[in-house]
């Protein structure tokens, strides 16, 4: 009996101490910005940082990734592009209206302010837990 009683209160106590699950009704969404500025040169550390201060973070204060790359693509004339680049991951609940709007109004002031042909989004679902 007594057994059963130890038993049944560390299965109690344990299950206080889980990780909570995942909580699904989130997107992880991947902004591919490039670093090489048609004509010549590459934003410069300072230029990306003043970027993230002035457009990302009032846009998303409640949290961001960024994440040193290297990316190659087929710009509009065919040839293959290789270039230093970061990659902004945000992780937004689905119920976040506005989000869609916030990162193409992103993606629209980084290539009118460097000069860019595209920056890539990629959207997927996510489970979050934090």
């Known amino acids: 009996m007594k057994r059963s009683l130890l038993v049944l209160i560390l299965a109690a106590l344990l299950g ?30 300072g230029d990306w940082q003043a970027f993230v201060d002035g457009e990302v973070t009032p846009r ?28 902004l991951v945000l992780l937004l609940p689905d119920d976040d209206a506005g989000a869609s709007a916030r990162i193409d109004e992103l993606r629209s002031r980084y290539r009118e302010r460097f000069r860019q042909e595209a920056v890539g989004r990629a959207c997927t679902a996510a489970q979050v837990v934090f």
Do not use: D, K, Y
């Open 60 to 87: 998303f204060p409640q949290g961001l990734t960024v994440l040193p790359a290297q990316g190659q693509w087929r710009n509009a004339a065919g040839h293959v592009e290789r270039e230093p680049s970061r990659v």
């Open 16 to 45: 206080g101490c889980a990780t909570p699950l995942p909580r699904a009704g989130w997107q992880r969404c991947e902004l591919f910005f490039g670093f090489a500025i048609p004509g010549g040169g590459e934003v410069s550390a």
